[in-house]
């Protein structure tokens, strides 16, 4: 009896004939590129002949290398349905909440502590979610995400968690240099500093009525945590979601410069997974609390709450 294929080597081709290359699979399985094809040479070894047609760069998986490419990724699906059923069936799995690093570090984690007083026996994990990657509720129960319109995953619910309108502000000593004046007008001679890149700044500009466009200079920051620590020392001037940094500003670490506002389309949304049984009411419970902190911030229920 043939020893059968090594599971490991199978996924690597599936990956390959999906994905359409060895270098995109390399970087999906996290490995090299001589490693993904001295995985298919041995998988051609043990098969006794070739998978694919080699035509200079490209790669085409032939007519039986597609037909069990698609039967692996069938299966793989399968498998890994149910691992994800077997490990939601465990009483004792934490709830997995996923947070954008704003969220995370500005509202979640600074109240966590109350929920963990309210239910000491939920369990739960905080791992970052990342802008613009699709969330997998497969092993993840809640996610903060921040989006332009309300997201609409397939099989997760939707919340509407927080506003996005962000508006400028500085620190206190950076403001107190131009006290006196409009703050708004001094804007333009300010060092700005920049979400990601130079468009909210341009937006904020038109709309408050410089006809003047901003400086294409000053930093860039990848990361909302970036930048409002960049404002909170002192380098300049920052549009920042106001629900965000409303603790900073009640504390008087940062002063609002201006009334006018950008991304007021946009917002912060919860997401939430598909719940097995075992985990319903702990999921209950956070996301109920959640929405009780927002209120409470807030002063009222939102009323666009879904």
């Given at each position: 009896m043939a020893t059968p294929a090594p599971l490991n080597v199978l996924r690597v081709f599936e990956a390959v004939v999906r994905?359409?290359?060895f270098r995109a699979a390399a970087?999906?399985?996290?490995v090299t590129q001589s490693a993904i094809s001295h995985q298919i040479r041995s998988l051609e070894d043990w098969f006794g002949g070739p998978l694919f047609i080699r035509d200079g760069n490209r790669l085409r998986p032939l007519r039986h290398a597609k037909e069990l490419a698609r039967s692996l990724s069938l299966s793989f699906d399968t498998i890994h349905t149910a691992c994800r059923q077997a490990r939601g069936s465990g009483t004792h799995r934490p709830l997995v909440v996923a947070a954008i690093?704003?969220?995370a570090v500005c509202w979640l984690i600074p109240r966590l502590g109350r929920f963990r007083d309210e239910h000491p026996d939920i369990d739960i994990r905080i791992v970052y979610a990342l802008h613009g990657q699709e969330i997998d509720f497969g092993d993840v129960h809640f996610?903060?995400?921040?989006a332009r319109t309300a997201p609409t995953p397939s099989s997760a619910g939707v919340h509407r968690f927080l506003p996005g309108a962000s508006v400028p502000v500085c620190s206190p000593g950076l403001a107190a240099s131009i006290a006196g004046g409009d703050p708004a007008r001094a804007i333009p001679r300010m060092d700005l500093l920049h979400d990601t890149d130079h468009a909210g700044w341009q937006t904020w500009f038109a709309r408050a009525g410089l006809h003047d466009?901003?400086?294409e200079g000053g930093p860039v920051f990848e990361d909302f945590n970036l930048l409002r620590a960049a404002a909170l020392s002192g380098q300049g001037v920052a549009l920042c979601p106001e629900a965000m940094i409303r603790p900073d500003l009640e504390a008087g670490h940062l002063v609002r410069l201006s009334q006018t506002t950008v991304f007021e389309d946009c917002g912060y949304y919860l997401l939430q997974g598909p719940l097995a049984a075992a985990t319903r009411a702990n999921a209950d419970a956070f996301r109920s609390w959640v929405l009780d902190e927002r209120d409470r911030d807030q002063g009222e229920p939102d009323p666009t709450a879904a």
């Open positions: 994905t359409g290359s970087d999906e399985l996290f690093p704003s969220v996610a903060f995400v921040f466009p901003p400086a």
